[in-house]
C-alpha cells in the first residue's frame, strides 16, 4: 500500500468514525464490516466454541458501538475492536457455568456435514493445538494474526513488547511442530 493510499484510509477511517459518532449507523456498519471477521476469529479461538463466539461477538459489537467516543484513533478502529474482542470472550468464559464447554463441543460436532469433513478437521487440529499455548501466547498469537501489531498487542495485553515478540514466536512455532509433527 503506498503511502497515499495508507492516508486516504486513515481519513476515510476517520470520517467513519466521526459520522458514526454523530448516529451514523451505516459509517458504523462500514468500520463493523471491516473488523467483524477477525473479532468472531478471535472470540471463537478464545471461547472455543462457536456459541459462545457468537455471544462475544454480539457484545463485541455493543460495546464498539457504545464506547465510539472512547476510541481515540491511535491504532485502527480494527485494533480496538480486537481488543474489545478479546475482553467480551473472557467475560463470556467467566459467566459459563461448569462443564458448559464440553456440552457446547459435544453440540457443535452433531453438526458437522460430511463435506467438509476434511477442513473440519483440520480446524479440529488447529484448534487442539491453540488450546495447548499458554494463554499468554494464544492471546498474543491471536491478536496478532487479527492484525494488531507487536505495540498494539503489548498495550492490549499489558506486557513489553520484546516479551509479546518472544510470545508469538513460541506459539508459532509450538502449532508448527504440532500441526506438522516436526
Do not use: K
Request: hydrophobic share 50%.
Amino acid at each position: 500500500m503506498t503511502s497515499v493510499s495508507l492516508s486516504s484510509a486513515v481519513e476515510d477511517e476517520s470520517l467513519l468514525v466521526a459520522a458514526a459518532r454523530a448516529g451514523d449507523e451505516t459509517a458504523f456498519a462500514q468500520l463493523w464490516s471491516a473488523a467483524r471477521r477477525q473479532a468472531f476469529g478471535v472470540c471463537y479461538h478464545l471461547t472455543g466454541n462457536r456459541a459462545d463466539a457468537l455471544d462475544a461477538l454480539q457484545e463485541t459489537q455493543l460495546a464498539a458501538w457504545r464506547g465510539l467516543a472512547a476510541f481515540q484513533g491511535r491504532a485502527p478502529f480494527r485494533a480496538w475492536v480486537l481488543v474489545i474482542a478479546r475482553n467480551a470472550a473472557h467475560a463470556v468464559i467467566r459467566r459459563r457455568p461448569p462443564h458448559a464447554e464440553f456440552l457446547a463441543e459435544l453440540a457443535e460436532e452433531v453438526m458437522v456435514v460430511e463435506p467438509f469433513e476434511d477442513s473440519v478437521a483440520r480446524l479440529a487440529d488447529l484448534r487442539a493445538a491453540l488450546a495447548t499455548l499458554p494463554v499468554s501466547q494464544r492471546e498474543a498469537l491471536l491478536l496478532w494474526a487479527g492484525g494488531l501489531t507487536y505495540e498494539q498487542v503489548a498495550l492490549s495485553l499489558g506486557a513489553p513488547v520484546n516479551t509479546v515478540r518472544a510470545w508469538i514466536h513460541r506459539a508459532r512455532r509450538r502449532l508448527r511442530t504440532g500441526l506438522t509433527g516436526d
